[in-house]
DNA sequence: ATGGCTTAGTTCCTAAGA
């Protein structure tokens, strides 16, 4: 079964984009990230017209995320990280689907930094290590699938120069990532890539998808019971290259 | 690279993204 998940920047302006991609390419999950769009406002008809169930957590203009499933509907069992009631960005969502549970998960970007964007983000990975101690514990076959806004080395990225003072490259940020993968899960992309080099983001401006600048913050991650079923893992690196795509790819696992 | 794009809102501009 084929796991994907996209960051489609909108999913008013992305609808053509997705159908096109389920009808295409057809995958069993797909986490959504970065909606933009209420729950009232979320396409649903069209989303099951295409073959898919969903489940959204939405949010007017900013953040997002969501589940669909081919062929059934995802049955919700977490809607937001515990931690912090105060917060109310739209940002992780997980559901069971058959045997497995997904998460789709949107990361707070933290730029700029220093400021309380980007403590919002260190704030942010220790809740979601905290989720994710806790799904281990289940000892299920769990993915937890979305944009981590985080670069995790140096091999992530065309430019390690251009980047080095964004928040997705701090040291902080990146050894909350390794804080997570230390509990066991596994980076499905980096174990099917290990010399790096594979995007999943490029940016609209400067040309970077032409000059191929970008780097790789689309991340699945796979509990132990998931990982021993690891076949593949990719990007499907066309759809960013249409008219009207998002600035981030599809970003794919395969497993048994 | 202080921004070059892109999206959403209610707009003719601002905020946010990464």
């Not at 898919?52 to 997002?64: C, E, F, I, T």
């Not at 080095?164 to 804080?179: C, I, K, N, T």
């Amino acid at each position: 079964m084929k796991i994907t998940t996209y960051n489609v920047n909108g999913i008013k302006a992305r609808l053509p984009r997705l159908l096109e991609y389920l009808e295409e390419d057809g995958p069993d999950i797909v986490c959504l990230q970065e909606l933009k769009a209420s729950d009232e406002t979320f396409p649903e008809s069209e989303i099951r017209a295409a073959g898919y169930g969903a489940v959204w957590h939405g949010q007017k203009s900013w953040n997002g995320v969501a589940v669909l499933a081919r062929g059934i509907d995802p049955v919700e069992r977490q809607r937001g990280l515990g931690g912090e009631p105060e917060d109310d960005h739209s940002r992780y969502l997980e559901c069971a689907v058959g045997d497995l549970v997904v998460a789709s998960i949107y990361l707070p970007n933290g730029n700029p930094r220093p400021g309380p964007k980007f403590d919002y983000k260190l704030r942010w990975i220790d809740r979601l290590r905290a989720r994710a101690a806790a799904l281990l514990a289940q000892e299920v076959p769990a993915v937890l699938a979305g944009d981590y806004n985080v670069i995790p080395n140096d091999d992530d990225t065309y430019s390690v120069r251009a980047m080095q003072d964004d928040a997705l490259m701090q040291p902080e940020s990146r050894s909350g990532y390794r804080a997570l993968l230390a509990q066991g899960w596994t980076d499905s992309l980096r174990t099917r890539h290990p010399a790096g080099g594979v995007w999943t983001f490029w940016d609209y401006q400067a040309g970077a998808w032409a000059r191929d600048a970008g780097f790789r913050i689309d991340h699945l991650l796979l509990s132990p019971q998931a990982a021993d079923r690891l076949v593949d893992a990719g990007v499907d690196k066309a759809y960013r290259g249409r008219e009207k795509a998002s600035d981030h790819a599809p970003t794919w696992v395969r497993l048994r």
